[in-house]
């Protein structure tokens, strides 16, 4: 809403502000979802007259509470308070109208007319907009703090941020990092594009709220728009994200790994080389304890972003970031030998292997050769055990720190 020294006052239409966390805002939309054209212009006069009570001058929000249990009616709906300044969702009414409501604000702090008239002033499409928050929904939303090594919040939809990569996020201000706002010809359409834009955010290690708010725009019945100011803590635990990433993610992270040595090997100049061997199609990988040789290209993998550095790989999903350890001179987040695993001392050929999945082996067996310059690295078992896996075939180049077998104690006897 706007009004100047002239005595003019118009509304920029409402915007619905229902999904909320502890009366805090977290999704914005306009126009508002289920608001017929008689309440719209009911709601909007009333701000209009509140504004002209008063002789208001400048930009102003008035704020309204609707009992939507019946339907959004006129006569259900009673006035909270006025805010007199642009709000942080006015970028869906910019969205929707067309208009450069900070321009507006600073024409008519200068003295100038309004712009436009009422008349003048229409809706187009739908816009939606999600506040991306430093906080960790994992841990009860407590805001999460640390420096952004890492900071990416792609192109696609119109991305209003405070910060950017090296940016420290403090305690000691509000937690919100960014504005995402998406539009579209219909609310479906502009709901599909916020969940886009969510899925390739790539934030660490500061954790933010975007796979909560990927989980939100998609949960059935806010596209139905079944939504009320008790929304979130209603549908809590289907809106937080999953802690541990299933098996499509691990495979997933495996790839991304590979493919990034790949690159290192073509700057290098030794793209492809592989001595007439197989390419390398496992990693070594541990998060939260859990250590995994994974395969790529056995099974379907979901598509994700990612960086990796010497000690890790970070891995972006649906707004959700994961943080794997990687296998670096035998060892993963603090495993080695001592837990089984047999890890290729140093790029080479394995010439054999002489074990399998099941076999039972003491303590100093040999279960597989690896040749190196020119000579030959016998690796053997660390202890009494089972051979669990073996991750390489006779015949395949193999680089520093890939994991080539794992072995297991033996169970004792119930």
Request: glycine share 10%; net charge negative; proline share 5%.
């Amino acid at each position: 809403m706007f009004g100047d020294s002239h005595g003019n006052v118009v509304h920029l239409f409402e915007r619905d502000c229902s999904l909320q966390r502890r009366h805090q805002k977290v999704i914005e939309e306009a126009p508002a979802p289920g608001m017929d054209e008689a309440t719209r212009e009911e709601v909007c006069s009333a701000a209009v007259r509140a504004a002209k009570a008063v002789n208001y001058e400048g930009a102003g929000t008035v704020e309204f509470i609707a009992d939507a249990s019946e339907g959004l009616r006129g006569n259900r709906i009673w006035f909270m308070e006025m805010n007199t300044r642009l709000q942080v969702e006015h970028p869906v009414t910019e969205e929707i109208t067309g208009e450069d409501l900070v321009e507006w604000q600073l024409r008519v702090a200068s003295g100038e007319p309004l712009p436009k008239r009422q008349d003048e002033l229409s809706i187009t499409g739908h816009a939606i907009e999600a506040r991306l928050y430093a906080e960790d929904p994992a841990k009860g939303f407590l805001p999460s703090v640390g420096t952004l090594e890492h900071f990416e919040l792609g192109e696609a939809g119109r991305i209003e941020a405070g910060v950017e990569e090296g940016d420290a996020i403090s305690p000691f201000y509000d937690p919100m990092i960014a504005k995402l706002v998406a539009r579209g010809d219909t609310r479906d359409e502009a709901i599909d594009e916020l969940a886009a834009i969510l899925d390739r955010i790539e934030v660490w290690p500061v954790r933010t709220n975007a796979a909560f708010l990927f989980n939100a725009v998609l949960q059935p019945k806010f596209e139905a728009v079944e939504i009320d100011t008790g929304f979130i803590e209603h549908h809590l635990d289907e809106l937080l994200p999953d802690a541990q990433p299933d098996d499509s993610i691990w495979r997933a992270a495996a790839a991304v790994a590979l493919a990034v040595e790949e690159q290192e090997e073509a700057l290098s100049g030794l793209a492809g080389f592989r001595l007439n061997a197989e390419p390398q199609n496992s990693v070594a990988l541990a998060l939260g304890g859990e250590f995994r040789t994974v395969r790529t290209g056995d099974e379907d993998m979901v598509a994700v972003s990612g960086f990796r550095d010497a000690e890790r790989i970070v891995v972006f999903y649906e707004g959700q970031a994961y943080e794997f350890g990687l296998t670096a001179r035998g060892s993963v987040g603090g495993h080695g030998a001592a837990d089984g695993l047999l890890a290729a001392p140093m790029p080479g050929k394995v010439t054999s292997v002489d074990v399998s999945p099941g076999d039972r082996v003491v303590k100093g067996q040999r279960l597989l050769t690896l040749e190196a310059m020119k000579m030959e690295h016998g690796l053997t078992a660390p202890f009494d055990g089972v051979v669990a896996e073996v991750c390489a075939e006779a015949g395949a180049q193999v680089v520093e720190g890939a994991v080539l077998a794992k072995v297991e104690p033996e169970s004792s006897p119930a």
